[in-house]
């Protein structure tokens, strides 16, 4: 349970729409930040197998593009890849979809790819080609599903009792956990576009910790999704400033109206939270450009 220590309205609020989130970069930076993402998926991930990119978007007449699967572990593993639906709630928790609800436009009909099943050996990689089949009346809106990537059994791993080396007064089974991951594929169609502000600010302290956590809202509105990073600062009155605070990879989904967040807040050592303002800004991850998004200010007495 946490208490709320300061809660006011933002001092400020600054909007401004979101840019697509496709961008090429350094193919290296762009695998390492791409574990780091797969490790923080929705869905618990395989942390021997990394993707590139870590969002596949198809924008305005792009056609076709791939991705790359990488086997970073130490033995011979197959994935299988499939295409799901998921809708995010208020707090950034997945769940499946059954049925569509009003507004929700999925992208699994709009696209084919192949292979849809991998053998990759340590430290090898496999291209997926994707390709996209829009319908001429495609209506306009943005198109979200995800690719799911889960791991088989081995072949050749230990999968019954007989198969096991126990004595015969012992009885025994091995399991192996098969986990997946997921990354969202989007297809955006006709004029697309997003605003956001940033709301309710707020200063909360978990009560069995020492640490400060920020909460908000954030509010969406437009027709596509928005992508990027959170970043909170703390400035005393005639101090400098110091970052408190920041996640990486938020996102706010069409339809979805609001998302709310918490950042941890860490302060550096011998400054205390108060007697100045916290501004949170939300970008453009830095390989989309970077560019501000929304902004937020909370006073703190």
């Not at 924008?59 to 990488?70: D, S, T, V």
């Not at 790819?113 to 996209?132: C, D, F, K």
């Not at 009155?237 to 967040?261: F, M």
Request: glycine share 8%; aromatic share 6%.
């Amino acid at each position: 349970m946490m208490n709320p220590i300061f809660s006011a309205p933002p001092k400020a609020v600054q909007c401004a729409k979101a840019a697509p989130a496709w961008a090429s970069f350094n193919r290296a930076s762009a695998l390492l930040l791409g574990a780091a993402l797969i490790m923080l998926a929705p869905r618990p991930a395989l942390a021997d197998l990394m993707l590139y990119p870590t969002r596949i978007v198809f924008e305005k007449n792009q056609r076709a593009a791939q991705l790359e699967l990488i086997n970073n572990g130490q033995e011979t593993a197959t994935y299988r890849i499939s295409v799901v639906n998921r809708r995010m709630n208020d707090v950034g928790e997945f769940a499946p979809v059954t049925s569509p609800l009003p507004g929700e436009l999925f992208s699994d009909k709009l696209v084919r790819y192949s292979p849809r099943q991998v053998v990759l050996a340590p430290g090898r990689s496999q291209i997926v080609r994707i390709s996209l089949r829009k319908p001429t009346d495609l209506a306009t809106g943005e198109y979200r599903s995800h690719f799911q990537f889960d791991r088989l059994p081995d072949v050749d791993g230990v999968t019954s009792i007989d198969a096991q080396s126990n004595p015969s007064s012992n009885i025994g089974m091995s399991l192996t956990a098969l986990i997946g991951a997921t990354i969202p594929l989007i297809v955006r169609q006709g004029e697309t576009s997003a605003n956001v502000t940033l709301s309710g600010l707020t200063i909360l302290k978990p009560e069995a910790t020492n640490g400060f956590m920020l909460a908000m809202v954030m509010e969406r509105s437009g027709n596509s999704s928005v992508y990027g990073d959170l970043n909170a600062s703390f400035t005393p009155h005639g101090g400098k400033e110091s970052v408190i605070g920041t996640v990486g990879g938020v996102a706010v989904y069409a339809p979805n109206a609001l998302r709310r967040v918490k950042l941890s807040l860490k302060m550096p050592a011998g400054l205390a939270l108060k007697g100045g303002n916290v501004h949170v800004t939300f970008r453009e991850r830095p390989d989309a450009g970077g560019k501000l998004i929304a902004e937020a200010i909370l006073e703190i007495p």
